[in-house]
């Protein structure tokens, strides 16, 4: 089986009217795994919340609590231009990596082997002290900081094929070879930061505006296949954003599901030659709201499969 984590207090979460990153997207996300009944080839887990030395793993404690101090009893209280806090936001994001850390502790005591955390606000944008990109705190950098410190794994790698660059994992393992982030994202675009950092460790694949599902499929097998075999990752972590769609309003790569079943499909097969199977997947991006949600559904059926 695959097990999904996902909390309530996700739907809970809400910026201003008509932001794009809207309780509606996992919403929509649940509403198709009912309709679709994939969700009963799915062990259901209620995520648990991620407590402060989980947070404090990778973000400055100064971070974290300028965030609580910041936390409004009603409204909204602006963090950056694209971010703002209402009264359920911080405790949603605590969620959100609550669940990442448990996908990590599930998958490592071998209760199951690939884990989807149906979860929001995203986290691939947050950095050590900044909050950017609709993102708090970054779940899978805190995943992958559990998988090395409490279950003292020695190489992590961490996929993301959201259309944005990952820079808040990059920020969090550029000095740390014992991390492999892997990200292909839209070039120039959104967020203009740590996109050229030489490591190593950290493979980026930029993309132009326009780039076809064939070609998102060709530089991933030249960038990522090579990376990852000599690697060699315990466990792979997947920064699952879906706004590299031909639909999605956020991004302009021409990506659809086949291409984000394709992609899946090389991930099982890497854990499997080097991780035990395991991988743990994490909602990041995805803004069309019946693209995320088949997409999602493709993504899981290959999980599923
Ligand atoms: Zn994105």
Request: charged fraction near 25%; hydrophobic fraction near 40%; glycine fraction near 6%.
């Amino acid at each position: 089986m695959t097990t999904l984590i996902t909390h309530s207090v996700c739907l809970e979460h809400q910026m201003e009217q008509h932001h794009p990153e809207s309780p509606e997207r996992l919403a929509a996300v649940l509403s198709h795994l009912n309709d679709s009944r994939l969700i009963d080839d799915l062990t259901t887990l209620q995520a648990t919340e991620a407590v402060r030395d989980d947070l404090t793993a990778f973000h400055r404690d100064k971070y974290v609590d300028a965030l609580v101090a910041m936390e409004p009893d009603q409204g909204l209280r602006p963090v950056n231009p694209d971010t703002s806090m209402g009264p359920k936001s911080l405790a949603a994001a605590r969620y959100a990596a609550g669940a990442a850390i448990q996908g990590v502790d599930h998958v490592l005591a071998e209760a199951d082997t690939r884990v989807f955390c149906a979860v929001r606000p995203p986290g691939h944008h947050a950095e050590e002290s900044t909050a950017m990109g609709f993102c708090f705190f970054n779940s899978v950098a805190l995943a992958a900081h559990r998988a090395l410190n409490k279950h003292e794994l020695e190489r992590v790698a961490i996929l993301d094929f959201d259309v944005h660059h990952g820079n808040g994992t990059v920020d969090a393992f550029q000095d740390d070879p014992r991390v492999l982030v892997c990200s292909s994202f839209q070039f120039p675009h959104y967020p203009y930061r740590l996109q050229d950092v030489d490591r190593p460790n950290i493979i980026n694949t930029p993309l132009a505006a326009g780039t076809t599902g064939v070609q998102f499929r060709k530089a991933i097998e030249r960038d990522w296949l090579p990376a990852m075999d000599e690697f060699a990752p315990a466990l792979i972590l997947v920064s699952a954003g879906f706004d590299a769609h031909r639909d999605d309003p956020l991004g302009d790569l021409l990506l659809d599901e086949a291409d984000f079943g394709w992609i899946t499909s090389l991930i099982i097969d890497a854990a499997n030659r080097h991780a035990r199977g395991r991988i743990v997947s994490i909602l990041e991006g995805g803004y069309n709201l019946k693209a995320l949600a088949r997409s999602v559904a493709t993504h899981l059926e290959e999980l599923c499969a």
